[in-house]
């Protein structure tokens, strides 16, 4: 599985940071973006709640 983050659609408001830092983080524009490049399978649910809880629907998962 992989994480996308709109740039466009972030708002920085840092939720996905907060429930999943294994797979997001800030960039050097304070908006968040992915540090993997695959996203392990103990880290699955984490990202799918990160996702779910965007409030701008910036986090594409596939």
């Known amino acids: 599985m992989k994480a996308v983050v709109d740039q466009d659609l972030c708002i920085s408001c840092g939720a996905c940071i907060d429930v999943c830092p ?6 050097d524009d304070d908006k968040a973006h992915t540090i993997t490049d695959e996203i392990s399978d103990g880290q699955e649910e984490q990202a799918k709640e990160a996702a779910e809880g965007c409030p701008t629907e910036a986090i594409k998962l596939n």
């Open 22 to 27: 294994e797979v997001f983080d800030w960039n």
